[in-house]
């Protein structure tokens, strides 16, 4: 007779092997990103956000599981945000930097030109990559992985890591307690009506129980973690192993060393 497989309860559902970004190890897929997202920072022409944008995309879409809202946001959300973000970044463009180009639009006094919105859309590119290169790590990770392998890994001390943790579970914690006080106002009849006065009338009368809630919820977790000795030693053994395997290595340099290419075939440290 075979022994029963333990099943962490609380464990997500195992992603199948195509959707390979979410076995990589969270520093990893960070620290791959975070040169060529400084970088872009400081970029100023419309080919080296483009690219990395395009890159971006290409491994997202390969290598992530997306939901629905995840989907709908990269390929619709994002592209309409750069439109938009082009045209409000080339309005505030002063007009006497780019006289010399076409002009586009004539209200009274005040003209758009070409040069305006190249300006604009070279701003929205270089956010909407910084932002998608952000994305490849946000949205294949788990905030208790990140942690996990940034106490694993990086040696970052377990009492800052964990109680950081901690803190961070308090916000979906804090979306349940609301959710109840708001069913109990209800179910009491109080605030009614409606409007923006009506509203926060609701809204005052939500803080005095959600601030004893979280308190309680506080004390709970002090003394759960106080229970198992929490920080009482310089280590402590782990449940949950992340580990840096061979392809986390592969994929950093891999990344690494494509951004550097691009870097250095556009210069985009050079002034326009």
């Known amino acids: 007779m075979t022994e029963p497989t333990p099943v962490d309860p609380y464990a997500d559902a195992p992603v199948p092997a195509r959707f390979w970004l979410h076995g990589l190890n969270p520093l990893a897929k960070f620290g791959a990103v975070v040169p060529a997202m400084a970088l872009l920072a400081f970029t100023r022409d419309l080919l080296s956000p483009t690219i990395f ?27 309409l945000a750069v439109v938009v973000l082009s045209v409000g970044f080339g309005v505030w463009v002063d007009a006497a930097q780019v006289a010399d180009t076409t002009a ?29 290169l952000a994305l490849i790590g946000g ?40 959710s109840i006080i708001r069913a109990a106002h209800r179910v009491r009849g109080q605030g009614g009506g409606r409007g923006p006065l009506a509203r926060l009338a609701r809204g005052w009368g939500y803080i005095v129980p959600l ?39 592969i994929f950093t340099a891999t990344v690494l060393l494509a951004s550097a290419a691009v870097l250095a075939l556009t210069f985009p440290w050079q002034p326009s």
């Open 211 to 249: 601030l004893a809630s979280g308190i309680r919820h506080a004390e709970r977790v002090a003394l759960s973690m106080d229970a198992r000795a929490f920080g009482a030693y310089p280590t402590r053994t782990e449940r949950h192993v992340v580990l840096w395997r061979t392809r986390d290595t």
């Open 53 to 79: 944008l395009a890159l971006a995309y290409a491994v997202m879409l390969t290598g992530a599981r997306l939901t629905r809202r995840a989907a709908a946001v990269l390929l619709l959300g994002v592209p």
């Open 104 to 132: 586009l639009v004539r209200i009274g006094d005040w003209t758009l030109h070409s040069g305006a919105l190249i300006s604009g859309l070279a701003t929205a590119l270089r956010l909407a990559a910084i932002l998608v």
């Open 139 to 178: 949205l294949t990770t788990h905030g208790p992985d990140l942690v996990r392998a940034a106490v694993q890994q990086l040696r970052v001390p377990y009492r800052i890591g964990y109680t950081a943790l901690a803190a961070y579970r308090f916000v979906p914690r804090f979306g349940y307690e609301l």
